[in-house]
């Protein structure tokens, strides 16, 4: 991409489309190199576009991309090339009647697609990926959510395709005079081009059914290749969840007769929620307990809730434009999230979503490509499938939750549902609904949507033994990000409680409430409690209320009362984690004045209080005993020097492993019970304390402890306790022994396409295993391929991001070979390619050293030549 076509689109340009489509129907010839696609639209002008006065029709414009143009007709005569010029990216038409049917044929050649986007193979199946963009490389057409249309699909295909599958109902099918396949599937509900879908296979399904609250009988469908026919249930199951809390919690009932889950091995992203056909990344989909870990059937459950939730949340009501991307994304999220929380443990989901959002939220809201949750600009909107626009965005509707009540909420999500339904809509309409449903005041609120950065909480508080009265004083502050320098206060939901001296919270009024939210909507704010006996500890962002920092002078003492009294379970694990960061930090300051590392004695105290405690949720328990992630600790620093993170937390590591390993080890032999393996909420706590335990035992080197993990390893009993052995061994075990387990992990897993990819991460992102050169020697394993997006994210994506340790070797050879792959991949996947540079971006926060070799790296990248507009603009956009 040359500088001049990196054209940037803003939001402040936005015009209602000069043209609708009101039908859209669809003809596919499908031919692996050349697919013959023929669309009739019915074209009106859009009334809403007309200016006062106007005597000439607008031209039309129609997206394209990669197409083959065969033939233009306008009511049924060919249009003259006169009539339409090709230009970058699309044509334009002229019109000489407000309403017409457009008739183009174009051929695409799905087999060379490796983009991934638009009509593609994977593994011998056609499948398609329309959002945001990819419509417009399958045929001509407005491409842009707000143009919304009733389609109709007809697919021909060899009958080695018997499998046929596009958005709707099913209305037709039979064969061609010449052999051939030939299904028609109708979509009665008016919808975007970005979801539409089609799938043709030889595929196999598994069957079930849903009744609906109002009594309608639902097909359930989920297709995949026959191999994997036996790992479809989980996904059923979820989905039936899902179906039912819908109904139960927003009262959203599904619309068409039949929903089909169909599983692809190569995709961009998790799944999509095409109407009807919702299309997922195999790995999100397909399960069994032999093949997969408690944290896959964890993922699965919510992505399946997600892509089946946003059948009302993104598809009956869409978005206008893609910068309103949050607007389904971070409300489905936030649907999913509650669902999850719903389903199994509350505060174990919650503590899991905050530790993904301030460890990769929290670096992408302090780096180059800081983005507020509406952005107001982009070149490239894949590019914006970010933690941003889906996790923190989410949070802002949790927010908007917690301010309101529960049944305020559902009152504004009703009305919007029913306000908006079958349109697409902006954030504004949601907040507006929001309001309006309820009498409520969001005007500052909306900043939340309008500002990047991560806001950062300030507190101080006093006790007046006189008076009886304890004051917070709040104080908020938000950094300044590219293109925003000045930010006005937000209003933050700060959620709090009063901890007594006997560990009991205190009550704050006289209604007796031990928990309060206070409403921070200046830069500083001072809030009285009055008739408070004596001094109070302060547990402070009660739930993770709000995405923020938020900084108070808690000692180790007081952290090490929180941990054991916090009656909000989110702020127990909180507190832990601030003691092992506050650890963490003093050895990275030893490490890197050459004093020698202490052992962090109160982390050590606080951990053991918390294994021995029996009461504990176990999964709890076990967040608390691991460290934050290398990751992790870097956003917490000003200046990262990755070698001190390493050595600190190895250091750390180790010394709670030699100090605890007696309750460590009880723990384990009482935890591993050796029932039979099911996914439930409780067994998951307690193989993942168990599994934590065998990690610990196994980092003291200790013969006895590598033996437990070999035994557990045999015993072969789940995938998840598989997994937990074999990576302690793989960190552990001498290297011969490790290289020989892995080989028979290998041997026995080939056939098993999600099994194999663990393979690969685990070897990846090694801190031991893990070396650039293993990681060369996984590419050319007969089981990669540079096309295969998850192939990819194992082993590349899990050196550069995952495996802190080599991809920051001093020699900068982790930089310069992760520069090298996305240039590779540019070619290929710039999707891709453009998500696997990130770890690059965020040189500006290394140390010199590190520092300058990565900017070296992304500069070469730069260098090498033509970037596809994805590229192009994450590297531009950090080197400035
Ligand atoms: N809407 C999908 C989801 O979140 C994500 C698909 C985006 N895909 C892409 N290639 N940008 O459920
Ligand atoms: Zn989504």
Redesign the pocket.
Known sequence: MKEAQARTVYLKDYRAPDYLIDHTDLHFDLEPQATLVKSRLKVRRNPEAINAGEKTLPPLWLDGVDLELLSIAIDGKLLPAQRYHEGEGGLTLDVETPEFELEVHTRIAPEANTSL?GLYLSNGMYCT?C??E?FRKITYYPDRPDVMSVFTTTIVAPSKYPVLLANGNKVDSGTTEDGRLRVTWEDPFAKPSYLFALVAGDLQYVEDSFTTASGREVKLQLFTEPKNIRKCDHAMISLKHAMRWDEEVYGREYDLDVFMIVAVDHF??????NKGLNIFNSACVLASPETATDGAFQRIESIVA??YF?NWS?NRVTCRDWFQLSLK?GF?VFRDAEFSADMNSRAVKRIEDVSLLRTAQFSEDAGPMAHPVRPDSYMEI?NF?TLTI?EKGAEVVRMIHTLLGPEAFRRGSDLYFERHDGSAVTCEDFICAMEDANNADLRQFRRWYEQAGTPVLTVTDQYDEASATYRLTIAQRTPATPGQTEKPPLHIPVSIGLIGADGRDLPLDDSGKTSTVLNLTEAEQTFTFSNIPHAPLPSLLRGFSAPVKLHYGYSEDQLLFLMQHDSDAFNRWDASRRLAIKALESLQAQYRDGSEMTEPAALIKGLSAVLENAALDPALVAMMLALPSAQELAEECEVVDAGAIIAARKFARNSLANALSAPLLARYQQLDQRKPYRPVADDIAERSLKNTCLGYLCATLDPSSLDLARLQLQRDENMTDVAAALGALVEYAPREEAEKYLGAFYDQWQQDTQVVENWFLLQSGSASFGTLERVRELMQHPAFEITNPNKVRSVISGFASRNFTQFHREDGSGYRFLAEQVSVLDKLNP?IAARLVIPLTHWKKYCDHESARMRAALQGIMDAGELSRDLYEVVSKSLA
């Open positions: 986007e990926q959002e945001a990819g961009n992203m998790g799944a999509m929620e997600h892509e946003h993104g994304e489905t894949s499938y889906y999707q």
